[in-house]
Each structure stands twice: as structure tokens, then as C-alpha cells.
């Protein structure tokens, strides 16, 4: 397998790193020891990482005809439109067989070559939006940590370019090829769940003394309890259909929206601070059981709550047998 790795001046050596990592500790175990990687550039000769370190031996644009496998890991952070001479190499590739793949940021380098119109895609969620913005024929999913085409790949943030290439080990090579290289990086073969997980959600508040305010501040204080419309509305003095429309108006959610995201936030900061059971952390946030608490924290995050505690709890907890 040939690789063709693209770098640029003010990659950082992580975004250049995981691939070379992956891919290195394949022929490094004996795995495959045919595959090879090029990093190449705009022209051959040396960049320089955005920690300030030179990287040399760099190759010229040909390692895109040579390769079977193009990946742009990663793309300046000021998200400029690619140019014509990579964009017209990379669609080269891609009509002759060779698969694309853009890992984090570089999921914008793969989208303005066309490579992915009509059809689903990511990248690190602080970016989607503008990836959505610029183009529009592309569809987002934010939940997943990658998402392969069988022709065309891209991947979420930062360290998901690790899952990444480990999938395209284990596409090219089997599970246990895959499983391995990740034993060797002591890093998981896959990891549950998708980027939503580790997405800061955004605070719907309303400001000032009105009565919306109020019945915010009122209900955070009583997310274990039945939180219905009307339980609200009678609170704000307002008919249910009132109340609504001024909800709305005043956080920019529903009622029922705002509430689930403060449970699950509460739940989420249970799991990760608290050694409770996941049925006491359901009970305390409002979700009434276990199974309740279970399915709306998989719809939201990917990922069960015993899942999601392993990865984010400050510190060792329990695993929890409801939790299946």
C-alpha cells in the first residue's frame, strides 16, 4: 500500500504525526511490510510545523500519481479555499482509483474539490458550521468519528485522525492487523461513540429579570422532578401557548429542548465527577430510570453513560451492571 501524505507550512507535527504513527507501525510489527508512506508538498524540499520545527525530505506533487491512498491530514486554520494545482491533483486520483481521505480540518481541502457533494462528511465540530457555509452540498453528520465512502474519507478532530487510519488499516488489512498496531500505540482499536460527546454545548439562557429568567433559575433547581409545559408555564403566569412562543423567543430552544439538554448535562456531570450508579444519576438529573437515562444519552452523544464515564471521569468509577 502506498500513501501519499500531504504537508504544509504551519501543519502541526501531531496532524502530521498520527498517520506516519499508524501506518510506521505497520511495516515497524511485520504487518504488511510492502506499505510505504511519502509526505509530500506543493514542491519538494522542506516546511516548517506551526511548533516552529522543520520537516525536510519532502516530495514533490508526483507521490499523488504513485500513491494509492492521498490524505490531506489536516488545513490552516484560517480554512483558505484550496488551490487549483491540488485540487485538480487530488480529483486526478480520485478518477484513477486512489482513495482521498481528509483528517480533521483537511475535510475542507477534500470538500472544495467536489469529491463530496451529496454525500455525508466531518470534521472537528467547532468547524462544521463553516464547513456547512462554504459547502452547502455536502451533508454534516457531527455524531461519528469518521465516515468512509469506500472512495472518499473524512474524520473529526484532532486525535479521530488516529481511529481513522487505524479503520484504514483494518479495511485494508483485517481486525486483527488493526487490533494490534493499537495495542502497540496502547491506544483503543475503536473507540465508542462519536465526536458529539466532546462538543462544549452551547448555554440557551435568558437574560435579564423577566419572567422566563425566572422559571429557568426555578426549574435548574428541580431537574429531579416532572418538568411538564404547564408545570412551567403556571410558574411564569403565562397560558402554555404564550410561554412557548416567549421561550423561544427569549433562549432560542423549546421548553422540552432546554430541559433534556440540562438533564443531560447534569447527568454528564455526575458521570464524570461522582461514583453514583447510573439509576441514582438518572433519578438525580430527572431521566426516572436507567433505561430512560440510557437511550436519550446514546441519541444525543453516541455513546452509553458507563461508556461515556470511562472516558471523561476525573476519577475511577465503578462500572455500573445496569449499563448494558
Not at 491540488?86 to 486520483?93: F, H, I, K, M, T
Not at 486483527?176 to 483503543?188: D, G, I, W
Not at 422559571?215 to 422532578?225: G, T
Not at 410558574?235 to 401557548?241: G, I, K, L, T
Given at each position: 500500500m502506498r500513501?501519499?501524505?500531504?504537508?504544509?507550512?504551519?501543519?502541526?507535527?501531531f496532524h502530521l504525526a498520527a498517520p506516519l504513527m499508524v501506518f510506521g507501525e505497520v511495516t515497524r510489527l511485520g504487518l504488511a511490510p510492502d506499505w510505504e508512506t511519502r509526505v509530500w508538498s506543493d514542491t519538494a524540499g522542506s516546511i516548517r510545523t506551526e511548533e516552529g520545527f522543520p520537516v525536510s525530505e519532502i516530495v514533490d506533487p508526483s507521490a499523488v500519481d504513485w500513491a494509492d491512498i492521498v490524505i490531506v491530514p489536516s488545513w490552516p486554520e484560517s480554512l483558505p479555499p484550496i488551490g487549483s494545482e491540488?485540487?485538480?491533483?487530488?480529483?486526478?486520483?480520485h478518477r484513477r482509483g486512489a482513495e482521498i481521505a481528509g483528517l480533521c480540518l483537511g475535510s475542507f481541502a477534500i470538500a472544495d474539490t467536489g469529491l463530496l457533494a451529496g454525500r455525508p462528511a466531518v470534521t472537528h465540530w467547532t468547524k462544521?458550521?463553516?464547513?456547512?457555509?462554504?459547502?452547502?452540498?455536502v451533508g454534516l453528520d457531527e455524531s461519528v468519528l469518521y465516515i468512509d465512502h469506500g472512495d472518499v474519507m473524512t474524520s473529526a478532530g484532532t486525535a479521530s485522525s488516529i481511529d481513522s487510519c487505524l479503520h484504514i488499516v483494518r479495511k485494508h488489512l483485517g481486525s486483527?492487523?488493526?487490533?494490534?498496531?493499537?495495542?502497540?500505540?496502547?491506544?483503543?482499536p475503536h473507540r465508542d461513540g462519536g465526536q458529539a460527546q466532546y462538543i462544549e454545548r452551547p448555554v440557551t439562557e435568558a437574560s435579564g429579570e423577566?419572567?422566563?429568567a425566572d422559571?429557568?433559575?426555578?426549574?435548574?433547581?428541580?431537574?429531579?422532578?416532572p418538568l411538564p409545559i404547564e408545570r412551567l408555564a403556571e410558574?411564569?403566569?403565562?397560558?402554555?401557548?404564550s410561554f412557548i412562543r416567549q421561550f423561544q423567543l427569549e433562549t432560542g430552544?423549546?421548553?422540552a429542548r432546554w430541559v433534556l439538554d440540562k438533564r443531560l448535562d447534569e447527568a454528564r456531570s455526575l458521570l464524570e465527577t461522582t461514583d453514583q450508579s447510573v439509576e441514582t444519576i438518572a433519578t438525580a438529573s430527572g431521566f426516572g430510570s436507567a433505561v430512560t437515562l440510557r437511550q436519550n444519552f446514546r441519541a444525543s452523544f453516541a455513546v452509553t453513560p458507563t461508556a461515556y464515564r470511562r472516558q471523561f471521569a476525573v476519577g475511577t468509577a465503578p462500572m455500573d451492571v445496569v449499563d448494558r
Open positions: 500513501i501519499a501524505l500531504y504537508a504544509f507550512d504551519g501543519i502541526t507535527m491540488l485540487s485538480a491533483a487530488l480529483r486526478g486520483a462544521m458550521s463553516e464547513l456547512r457555509e462554504r459547502n452547502s452540498q486483527a492487523a488493526a487490533t494490534r498496531v493499537a495495542r502497540s500505540l496502547v491506544v483503543a423577566t419572567a422566563i422559571v429557568l433559575s426555578w426549574a435548574l433547581e428541580r431537574l429531579d422532578e410558574r411564569a403566569r403565562m397560558s402554555r401557548r430552544a423549546t421548553p
